[in-house]
Protein backbone atom coordinates (compact mmCIF):
# COMPACT_ATOMS: atom_id res chain seq x y z
CA UNK A 1 0.00 0.00 0.00
CA UNK A 2 1.71 3.29 -0.74
CA UNK A 3 1.79 6.19 1.62
CA UNK A 4 0.00 9.19 0.40
CA UNK A 5 0.10 12.98 1.91
CA UNK A 6 -3.52 12.26 3.33
CA UNK A 7 -5.80 15.35 3.63
CA UNK A 8 -9.15 15.12 3.16
CA UNK A 9 -9.89 18.89 3.54
CA UNK A 10 -8.60 19.81 0.23
CA UNK A 11 -10.74 17.88 -1.87
CA UNK A 12 -14.61 18.82 -1.85
CA UNK A 13 -16.22 15.42 -2.03
CA UNK A 14 -15.75 11.70 -2.77
CA UNK A 15 -15.94 12.54 -6.51
CA UNK A 16 -13.25 15.48 -6.34
CA UNK A 17 -11.06 12.91 -4.72
CA UNK A 18 -12.00 10.38 -7.05
CA UNK A 19 -11.14 12.64 -10.38
CA UNK A 20 -8.08 13.08 -8.48
CA UNK A 21 -6.78 9.78 -7.90
CA UNK A 22 -7.63 9.05 -11.69
CA UNK A 23 -5.57 12.32 -12.59
CA UNK A 24 -2.75 11.36 -10.32
CA UNK A 25 -2.09 7.74 -12.34
CA UNK A 26 -2.92 9.85 -15.49
CA UNK A 27 -5.48 7.20 -16.10
CA UNK A 28 -8.39 7.90 -18.69
CA UNK A 29 -11.54 8.05 -17.33
CA UNK A 30 -13.36 5.94 -19.91
CA UNK A 31 -10.70 3.19 -19.54
CA UNK A 32 -10.10 3.10 -15.44
CA UNK A 33 -9.69 0.07 -13.80
CA UNK A 34 -12.98 0.11 -11.60
CA UNK A 35 -11.12 -2.49 -9.11
CA UNK A 36 -7.68 -0.78 -8.93
CA UNK A 37 -9.19 3.06 -8.55
CA UNK A 38 -12.00 1.01 -5.32
CA UNK A 39 -8.49 0.00 -3.80
CA UNK A 40 -7.08 3.40 -3.80
CA UNK A 41 -9.65 5.06 -2.59
CA UNK A 42 -10.20 2.50 0.33
CA UNK A 43 -6.27 2.80 0.71
CA UNK A 44 -6.54 6.86 1.27
CA UNK A 45 -9.16 6.97 3.38
CA UNK A 46 -7.29 4.01 5.21
CA UNK A 47 -4.50 6.56 5.67
CA UNK A 48 -6.88 9.33 6.51
CA UNK A 49 -5.20 10.62 9.93
CA UNK A 50 -8.66 11.81 11.58
CA UNK A 51 -11.45 10.57 9.70
CA UNK A 52 -14.42 13.41 10.83
CA UNK A 53 -17.58 11.10 10.79
CA UNK A 54 -19.34 14.36 9.10
CA UNK A 55 -17.36 14.30 6.73
CA UNK A 56 -16.24 10.80 6.44
CA UNK A 57 -19.41 9.61 5.48
CA UNK A 58 -20.68 10.45 2.30
CA UNK A 59 -16.54 9.29 1.60
CA UNK A 60 -17.76 5.69 2.82
CA UNK A 61 -20.47 5.90 1.16
CA UNK A 62 -18.74 6.07 -2.47
CA UNK A 63 -16.33 3.79 -0.96
CA UNK A 64 -19.17 1.47 -0.10
CA UNK A 65 -20.81 2.24 -4.31
CA UNK A 66 -17.06 1.36 -5.33
CA UNK A 67 -16.76 -2.17 -3.74
CA UNK A 68 -20.32 -3.20 -4.42
CA UNK A 69 -19.11 -2.31 -8.50
CA UNK A 70 -15.75 -3.90 -7.49
CA UNK A 71 -17.27 -6.99 -6.39
CA UNK A 72 -19.75 -7.79 -9.21
CA UNK A 73 -16.32 -7.36 -11.35
CA UNK A 74 -14.55 -10.36 -9.67
CA UNK A 75 -17.31 -12.71 -9.64
CA UNK A 76 -16.73 -15.25 -11.74
CA UNK A 77 -18.93 -14.36 -14.45
CA UNK A 78 -22.51 -16.26 -15.38
CA UNK A 79 -23.29 -16.74 -18.82
CA UNK A 80 -25.93 -14.29 -18.26
CA UNK A 81 -26.95 -11.47 -20.20
CA UNK A 82 -28.66 -9.19 -17.54
CA UNK A 83 -25.41 -9.79 -14.91
CA UNK A 84 -23.28 -8.05 -17.63
CA UNK A 85 -25.86 -5.23 -18.21
CA UNK A 86 -26.12 -4.03 -14.58
CA UNK A 87 -22.22 -4.19 -14.39
CA UNK A 88 -22.13 -2.25 -17.11
CA UNK A 89 -25.03 -0.21 -16.33
CA UNK A 90 -22.76 0.71 -12.85
CA UNK A 91 -19.56 1.50 -14.60
CA UNK A 92 -21.21 3.33 -16.25
CA UNK A 93 -23.30 5.37 -14.31
CA UNK A 94 -20.34 6.20 -11.93
CA UNK A 95 -18.13 7.42 -14.97
CA UNK A 96 -21.38 9.79 -16.27
CA UNK A 97 -21.12 10.91 -12.66
CA UNK A 98 -17.58 11.50 -12.63
CA UNK A 99 -17.70 13.36 -16.28
CA UNK A 100 -20.86 15.58 -15.42
CA UNK A 101 -18.79 16.91 -12.28
CA UNK A 102 -15.64 17.49 -14.11
CA UNK A 103 -17.50 19.61 -15.86
CA UNK A 104 -18.60 21.92 -13.04
CA UNK A 105 -15.21 21.62 -11.55
CA UNK A 106 -13.43 22.38 -14.67
CA UNK A 107 -15.74 25.97 -14.80
CA UNK A 108 -15.04 26.69 -11.30
CA UNK A 109 -11.71 28.00 -12.43
CA UNK A 110 -13.57 30.59 -14.82
CA UNK A 111 -15.87 31.43 -11.80
CA UNK A 112 -13.21 32.18 -9.32
CA UNK A 113 -11.46 34.13 -12.27
CA UNK A 114 -14.50 35.98 -12.47
CA UNK A 115 -15.18 36.50 -9.08
CA UNK A 116 -11.24 38.12 -8.74
CA UNK A 117 -12.37 40.29 -11.44
CA UNK A 118 -15.45 41.68 -10.23
CA UNK A 119 -15.32 42.51 -6.42
CA UNK A 120 -12.23 45.15 -7.77
CA UNK A 121 -15.20 47.72 -8.83
CA UNK A 122 -16.56 48.96 -5.77
CA UNK A 123 -19.52 50.56 -5.06
CA UNK A 124 -20.96 52.51 -1.77
CA UNK A 125 -24.39 51.47 -0.52
CA UNK A 126 -27.61 52.83 -2.03
CA UNK A 127 -28.34 56.33 -0.29
CA UNK A 128 -31.49 56.51 1.46
CA UNK A 129 -33.07 59.70 1.47
CA UNK A 130 -33.65 60.64 4.93
CA UNK A 131 -37.28 61.36 5.85
CA UNK A 132 -38.70 59.43 2.88
CA UNK A 133 -42.36 58.55 3.78
CA UNK A 134 -42.72 55.16 2.24
CA UNK A 135 -46.14 55.61 -0.48
CA UNK A 136 -48.42 52.59 0.71
CA UNK A 137 -48.67 51.27 -3.35
CA UNK A 138 -45.25 50.18 -2.58
CA UNK A 139 -45.98 47.75 0.10
CA UNK A 140 -47.59 44.71 -1.24
CA UNK A 141 -50.96 43.96 0.12
CA UNK A 142 -49.56 40.41 1.64
CA UNK A 143 -46.29 41.30 2.43
CA UNK A 144 -43.49 38.43 2.86
CA UNK A 145 -40.80 38.93 5.10
CA UNK A 146 -37.38 37.29 3.64
CA UNK A 147 -35.49 35.98 7.09
CA UNK A 148 -32.31 36.11 5.36
CA UNK A 149 -33.15 39.88 3.73
CA UNK A 150 -33.37 40.49 7.42
CA UNK A 151 -30.57 38.53 8.77
CA UNK A 152 -28.44 40.50 5.89
CA UNK A 153 -29.31 43.89 7.19
CA UNK A 154 -28.07 43.18 10.19
CA UNK A 155 -24.64 41.62 8.78
CA UNK A 156 -24.03 44.50 7.08
CA UNK A 157 -24.63 47.06 10.48
CA UNK A 158 -22.23 44.41 11.81
CA UNK A 159 -19.79 44.59 9.28
CA UNK A 160 -19.52 48.39 10.03
CA UNK A 161 -18.26 47.47 13.52
CA UNK A 162 -14.61 46.98 14.25
CA UNK A 163 -14.98 44.63 16.80
CA UNK A 164 -12.12 45.02 19.58
CA UNK A 165 -11.02 41.60 19.12
CA UNK A 166 -11.77 38.90 16.49
CA UNK A 167 -14.40 36.56 17.67
CA UNK A 168 -13.62 33.88 19.69
CA UNK A 169 -15.86 31.06 20.68
CA UNK A 170 -15.74 32.50 24.55
CA UNK A 171 -19.29 32.90 26.31
CA UNK A 172 -19.68 36.50 26.74
CA UNK A 173 -22.58 37.21 29.31
CA UNK A 174 -25.20 39.93 27.45
CA UNK A 175 -25.84 43.04 29.32
CA UNK A 176 -28.80 43.69 27.09
CA UNK A 177 -31.69 41.12 26.88
CA UNK A 178 -33.76 41.08 24.27
CA UNK A 179 -36.60 41.98 26.36
CA UNK A 180 -34.68 45.15 27.26
CA UNK A 181 -34.33 45.67 23.81
CA UNK A 182 -37.89 45.03 22.96
CA UNK A 183 -39.03 47.92 25.52
CA UNK A 184 -36.34 50.26 24.14
CA UNK A 185 -37.86 49.74 20.58
CA UNK A 186 -41.16 49.93 21.36
CA UNK A 187 -40.27 53.52 23.27
CA UNK A 188 -38.68 54.64 20.15
CA UNK A 189 -41.39 53.35 17.81
CA UNK A 190 -44.29 54.10 19.65
CA UNK A 191 -44.20 57.91 19.51
CA UNK A 192 -44.39 58.07 15.75
CA UNK A 193 -46.61 56.47 13.39
CA UNK A 194 -44.23 56.23 10.83
CA UNK A 195 -42.76 53.45 8.70
CA UNK A 196 -39.11 52.95 9.81
CA UNK A 197 -36.36 51.60 7.62
CA UNK A 198 -35.16 48.61 9.49
CA UNK A 199 -31.06 50.51 9.05
CA UNK A 200 -33.02 53.72 10.60
CA UNK A 201 -33.96 51.83 13.91
CA UNK A 202 -31.03 50.04 14.18
CA UNK A 203 -28.93 53.40 13.96
CA UNK A 204 -30.70 54.93 17.25
CA UNK A 205 -28.55 51.57 19.28
CA UNK A 206 -25.07 51.48 20.04
CA UNK A 207 -23.54 48.88 17.13
CA UNK A 208 -22.18 46.23 19.55
CA UNK A 209 -22.82 42.56 18.80
CA UNK A 210 -24.67 41.78 21.67
CA UNK A 211 -27.07 44.33 21.45
CA UNK A 212 -27.59 43.56 17.52
CA UNK A 213 -28.24 40.07 18.83
CA UNK A 214 -30.80 41.02 21.14
CA UNK A 215 -32.33 43.99 18.55
CA UNK A 216 -32.46 40.87 16.23
CA UNK A 217 -34.24 38.43 18.71
CA UNK A 218 -36.32 41.55 19.61
CA UNK A 219 -38.09 42.55 16.68
CA UNK A 220 -38.86 38.73 15.82
CA UNK A 221 -40.64 38.45 19.10
CA UNK A 222 -42.46 42.05 18.62
CA UNK A 223 -43.35 41.03 15.62
CA UNK A 224 -44.62 36.88 16.29
CA UNK A 225 -46.68 39.08 19.26
CA UNK A 226 -47.92 41.53 16.32
CA UNK A 227 -46.56 44.24 18.08
CA UNK A 228 -44.78 45.70 15.34
CA UNK A 229 -45.36 45.04 11.72
CA UNK A 230 -42.08 43.73 9.49
CA UNK A 231 -42.61 44.38 5.56
CA UNK A 232 -40.98 44.01 2.56
CA UNK A 233 -41.64 45.73 -0.75
CA UNK A 234 -40.31 43.42 -3.40
CA UNK A 235 -39.88 46.13 -5.54
CA UNK A 236 -37.26 48.22 -3.01
CA UNK A 237 -36.26 45.17 -1.17
CA UNK A 238 -35.93 47.40 2.10
CA UNK A 239 -37.37 46.32 5.31
CA UNK A 240 -39.87 48.16 6.73
CA UNK A 241 -41.30 48.43 10.63
CA UNK A 242 -44.39 49.94 11.51
CA UNK A 243 -46.07 50.08 15.33
CA UNK A 244 -49.51 48.60 15.72
CA UNK A 245 -51.43 50.79 18.01
CA UNK B 1 -31.89 71.64 -18.97
CA UNK B 2 -28.87 71.77 -21.58
CA UNK B 3 -26.80 68.60 -21.94
CA UNK B 4 -23.58 69.28 -19.71
CA UNK B 5 -26.59 69.21 -17.00
CA UNK B 6 -28.06 66.43 -17.63
CA UNK B 7 -24.95 64.41 -17.52
CA UNK B 8 -24.41 66.10 -13.85
CA UNK B 9 -27.80 64.93 -12.95
CA UNK B 10 -27.22 61.56 -14.46
CA UNK B 11 -23.94 61.38 -12.23
CA UNK B 12 -25.75 62.05 -8.97
CA UNK B 13 -28.15 59.54 -9.69
CA UNK B 14 -25.71 56.74 -10.21
CA UNK B 15 -23.91 58.02 -7.57
CA UNK B 16 -27.08 57.76 -5.01
CA UNK B 17 -28.10 54.76 -6.24
CA UNK B 18 -24.67 53.48 -5.42
CA UNK B 19 -24.31 49.52 -5.56
CA UNK B 20 -28.21 48.58 -6.38
CA UNK B 21 -27.75 49.54 -9.81
CA UNK B 22 -30.04 51.26 -11.64
CA UNK B 23 -32.40 50.18 -14.71
CA UNK B 24 -32.97 52.40 -18.10
CA UNK B 25 -36.16 52.88 -17.72
CA UNK B 26 -36.13 53.80 -13.87
CA UNK B 27 -33.34 56.55 -15.37
CA UNK B 28 -36.02 57.73 -17.59
CA UNK B 29 -38.62 58.02 -15.34
CA UNK B 30 -36.02 60.31 -12.78
CA UNK B 31 -34.56 62.45 -15.64
CA UNK B 32 -38.11 62.58 -17.73
CA UNK B 33 -36.43 61.80 -20.36
CA UNK B 34 -36.77 59.50 -23.39
CA UNK B 35 -34.79 56.37 -23.50
CA UNK B 36 -32.53 56.95 -26.74
CA UNK B 37 -31.69 60.36 -25.35
CA UNK B 38 -30.13 58.44 -21.60
CA UNK B 39 -28.64 56.02 -23.96
CA UNK B 40 -26.60 58.82 -25.45
CA UNK B 41 -26.03 60.16 -22.14
CA UNK B 42 -25.04 57.33 -20.36
CA UNK B 43 -22.51 56.71 -23.54
CA UNK B 44 -20.88 60.17 -23.45
CA UNK B 45 -20.87 59.93 -19.14
CA UNK B 46 -19.03 56.16 -19.68
CA UNK B 47 -16.54 58.03 -22.65
CA UNK B 48 -15.94 60.80 -20.36
CA UNK B 49 -14.71 58.23 -17.28
CA UNK B 50 -13.31 56.21 -19.41
CA UNK B 51 -10.72 58.52 -21.35
CA UNK B 52 -10.33 61.29 -18.89
CA UNK B 53 -7.74 59.78 -16.68
CA UNK B 54 -8.36 62.52 -13.93
CA UNK B 55 -11.57 60.69 -12.82
CA UNK B 56 -11.82 58.10 -10.63
CA UNK B 57 -14.97 56.14 -11.50
CA UNK B 58 -16.37 53.90 -14.14
CA UNK B 59 -20.06 52.71 -15.42
CA UNK B 60 -19.91 48.83 -14.79
CA UNK B 61 -22.87 46.80 -16.21
CA UNK B 62 -24.34 43.79 -14.60
CA UNK B 63 -28.02 42.68 -15.51
CA UNK B 64 -29.77 45.26 -16.74
CA UNK B 65 -28.30 47.91 -14.58
CA UNK B 66 -25.79 50.77 -14.43
CA UNK B 67 -23.89 51.07 -11.58
CA UNK B 68 -21.10 53.56 -10.85
CA UNK B 69 -18.05 52.23 -9.53
CA UNK B 70 -14.45 53.10 -8.81
CA UNK B 71 -11.57 51.47 -11.17
CA UNK B 72 -10.28 48.38 -11.04
CA UNK B 73 -6.49 49.58 -11.50
CA UNK B 74 -6.78 51.30 -7.63
CA UNK B 75 -8.39 48.51 -6.13
CA UNK B 76 -5.12 47.75 -3.95
CA UNK B 77 -5.19 51.48 -2.34
CA UNK B 78 -9.12 51.11 -1.65
CA UNK B 79 -8.26 47.65 0.22
CA UNK B 80 -6.53 49.49 2.64
CA UNK B 81 -10.04 50.82 4.06
CA UNK B 82 -11.32 47.25 4.14
CA UNK B 83 -11.92 45.40 7.19
CA UNK B 84 -10.01 42.22 6.16
CA UNK B 85 -12.44 39.71 8.41
CA UNK B 86 -15.34 40.99 6.17
CA UNK B 87 -13.67 40.39 3.16
CA UNK B 88 -14.37 36.48 2.53
CA UNK B 89 -13.23 34.96 -0.36
CA UNK B 90 -16.19 31.87 -2.30
CA UNK B 91 -14.30 28.70 -0.96
CA UNK B 92 -14.23 25.80 -3.70
CA UNK B 93 -17.52 23.99 -2.84
CA UNK B 94 -18.99 27.67 -3.03
CA UNK B 95 -17.82 28.17 -6.57
CA UNK B 96 -19.04 24.57 -7.17
CA UNK B 97 -22.41 24.82 -5.83
CA UNK B 98 -22.74 28.18 -7.13
CA UNK B 99 -21.38 26.69 -10.68
CA UNK B 100 -23.99 24.52 -10.85
CA UNK B 101 -27.22 26.43 -9.93
CA UNK B 102 -25.85 28.99 -12.38
CA UNK B 103 -26.19 26.66 -15.64
CA UNK B 104 -28.56 23.75 -14.24
CA UNK B 105 -30.80 26.38 -12.36
CA UNK B 106 -33.49 25.94 -11.13
CA UNK B 107 -32.59 23.35 -9.23
CA UNK B 108 -33.30 22.08 -5.78
CA UNK B 109 -30.56 20.87 -2.98
CA UNK B 110 -30.82 16.54 -3.35
CA UNK B 111 -30.32 16.90 -7.21
CA UNK B 112 -27.32 19.62 -6.18
CA UNK B 113 -25.77 16.73 -3.63
CA UNK B 114 -26.03 14.24 -6.17
CA UNK B 115 -24.03 16.26 -8.35
CA UNK B 116 -21.48 17.46 -5.81
CA UNK B 117 -21.50 13.69 -3.83
CA UNK B 118 -21.41 15.43 -1.30
CA UNK B 119 -24.48 16.84 1.70
CA UNK B 120 -24.41 20.81 0.37
CA UNK B 121 -26.55 22.23 3.18
CA UNK B 122 -23.96 24.57 4.84
CA UNK B 123 -22.67 25.87 1.32
CA UNK B 124 -26.75 26.68 0.36
CA UNK B 125 -26.90 28.30 3.47
CA UNK B 126 -23.76 30.40 3.49
CA UNK B 127 -24.79 31.16 -0.71
CA UNK B 128 -28.26 32.26 0.34
CA UNK B 129 -26.83 35.01 3.51
CA UNK B 130 -25.07 36.50 0.75
CA UNK B 131 -27.43 36.82 -1.27
CA UNK B 132 -25.78 34.91 -3.94
CA UNK B 133 -29.02 32.34 -4.61
CA UNK B 134 -32.53 32.43 -4.08
CA UNK B 135 -35.28 30.10 -3.62
CA UNK B 136 -37.47 29.52 -6.28
CA UNK B 137 -40.67 27.85 -5.66
CA UNK B 138 -40.54 24.05 -5.34
CA UNK B 139 -39.22 21.26 -7.60
CA UNK B 140 -41.71 18.84 -8.77
CA UNK B 141 -39.56 15.40 -7.50
CA UNK B 142 -40.10 13.91 -4.69
CA UNK B 143 -40.39 15.22 -1.76
CA UNK B 144 -41.01 18.92 -3.46
CA UNK B 145 -37.47 20.50 -2.10
CA UNK B 146 -36.79 24.09 -2.72
CA UNK B 147 -35.60 25.12 -5.82
CA UNK B 148 -32.84 27.73 -6.50
CA UNK B 149 -31.84 29.92 -8.85
CA UNK B 150 -28.78 32.64 -8.85
CA UNK B 151 -29.75 36.51 -8.02
CA UNK B 152 -28.94 39.74 -9.84
CA UNK B 153 -26.31 40.05 -7.18
CA UNK B 154 -24.53 37.00 -8.36
CA UNK B 155 -24.66 38.93 -11.82
CA UNK B 156 -23.08 41.78 -10.03
CA UNK B 157 -20.20 40.27 -8.26
CA UNK B 158 -18.98 38.01 -11.21
CA UNK B 159 -19.51 41.26 -13.60
CA UNK B 160 -21.51 39.31 -15.87
CA UNK B 161 -24.70 40.53 -17.64
CA UNK B 162 -27.07 37.76 -18.49
CA UNK B 163 -26.58 33.73 -18.10
CA UNK B 164 -26.23 33.42 -21.69
CA UNK B 165 -22.69 35.20 -21.31
CA UNK B 166 -21.39 31.98 -19.23
CA UNK B 167 -18.54 30.17 -21.43
CA UNK B 168 -20.18 26.44 -22.50
CA UNK B 169 -19.51 23.72 -20.35
CA UNK B 170 -16.50 21.44 -21.62
CA UNK B 171 -17.26 17.80 -22.46
CA UNK B 172 -14.83 15.18 -21.79
CA UNK B 173 -14.43 13.51 -24.64
CA UNK B 174 -14.05 9.89 -25.51
CA UNK B 175 -10.54 9.10 -27.37
CA UNK B 176 -11.04 7.75 -30.59
CA UNK B 177 -13.92 5.46 -29.84
CA UNK B 178 -12.68 3.38 -27.11
CA UNK B 179 -14.67 0.65 -25.62
CA UNK B 180 -16.46 1.83 -22.36
CA UNK B 181 -15.14 -0.96 -20.39
CA UNK B 182 -13.20 -3.76 -20.22
Known sequence: MERYEVNLEQFTGPLDLLLHLIKGKELDIFTISLAQLTDQFTGYLANVNDLNIEMASEYLLMASYLVEIKTKLLIPKQEVEIEDNYETDLRNELIARLLEYKKIKEVTKYFKAQHEQGRQYLSKPKTIIKGNKVPDEQLPLSPKINVDKLANTFLKMLERINLQRPLQSNIVISEVSPEDMAVKIVQLMGVTTKTWLLEELLSHFEPTLQIFVACFIALLDLARSQKIVIEQSDHLEQIYLTFQE | ?182
Open chain 2, 1 to 182: MNNAEKIALLEGLLFLVGDEGIMLDEICEVLELEPNEVTLLLTELEKEYQQNTRRGFIITKFAKKYRLTTKKEYYSFYLKLANNKFESKLSQAALETLAIIAYRGPISKPEIEDLRGVNSDNVIHKLKARELIKEVGKSEIAGKPMNYQVTEEFLKVFKLSSLSELPELQETKLEDDEELFK
